[in-house]
């Protein structure tokens, strides 16, 4: 159980397009969501945390234009990188808490490869 | 105060061996301290988790110790793989915001 998927898996643009990625919970639901951003050889940064039904909390930095994040559902939420450059080249992963299950446990996602050209 | 700080950076264990990674944190009001693993270009997976009730926590051959009063924990890997070749990530958190450490890359000799 609490399998959380992503799609795309890889997605390759040019600079100035948007690309959405989606996120879901499979077999829970999922009352929170998070997205992160992880560069090569480092630590998972958290970029935001989104509840269903409402606005999505951005950490300190991350521009909330550039990253708009909907959780449209208690099993969908996407991110969508709105034009995007180069340096938002990155691999991106979300999680999610159940909702029925250990409160403080996180179920990520496979992540997803994006490629800006 | 919510850094939690991960040691050693990498490690190379011969199989069989036992690998031992730590964790230091600062902050008295986290209570839940998982470990997950995470392979070249996939998410991480939850490995084992611990709450400070306890001093120590074992899965099959993953071990968690905890030391409250230290404010530290540890991941022990016992008879070591191949397979367990990963980068492992300690994690905190007093709420549901998790605050990871840098991260150990473990690689395992066959």
């Known amino acids: 159980g609490a399998v959380v998927s992503q799609h795309p898996s890889r997605v390759i643009c040019k600079s100035g397009t948007s690309v959405k990625i989606e996120c879901r919970s499979l077999?829970?639901?999922?009352?929170?969501m998070f997205w992160y951003r992880q560069f090569p050889k480092q630590s998972l940064m958290l970029m935001a945390t989104?509840?269903?039904?409402?606005?999505?909390?951005?950490e300190q930095g991350v521009e909330k234009d550039k990253f708009l994040i909907n959780h449209a559902s208690l099993t969908l939420s996407t991110l969508t990188v709105t034009s995007a450059h180069p340096e938002d080249s990155s691999f991106y992963i979300c999680?999610?808490?159940?909702?029925?299950?250990?409160?403080?446990?996180?179920?990520f996602g496979p992540g997803t490869r994006l490629t800006v050209l | 105060q919510q850094q939690v700080k991960q040691s050693p950076q990498s490690l190379i264990v011969q199989k069989g061996g036992i690998s031992i990674i730590n964790c230091a944190y600062e902050?008295?009001?986290?209570?839940?301290f998982p470990w997950y693993q995470q392979f070249p270009g996939k998410g991480p997976a939850l490995l084992i988790a611990i709450r400070p009730d306890v001093s120590e926590k074992k899965e099959g051959r993953f071990t968690i110790s905890f030391n409250k009063s230290a404010k530290q924990f540890s991941l022990h890997i016992m008879d070591s793989q191949p397979g367990d070749s990963a980068t492992y990530f300690c994690?905190?958190?007093?709420?549901?915001?998790?605050?990871f450490g840098t991260g150990t890359r473990l690689k395992v000799l066959a």
């Open positions: 077999d829970f639901q999922a009352t929170t």
């Open positions: 989104s509840n269903e039904g409402s606005k999505a909390t951005y």
């Open positions: 999680s999610a808490i159940t909702s029925g299950g250990a409160a403080d446990t996180q179920y």
């Open positions: 994690a905190a958190t007093g709420t549901y915001k998790y605050i």
């Open positions: 902050n008295t009001a986290f209570d839940y």
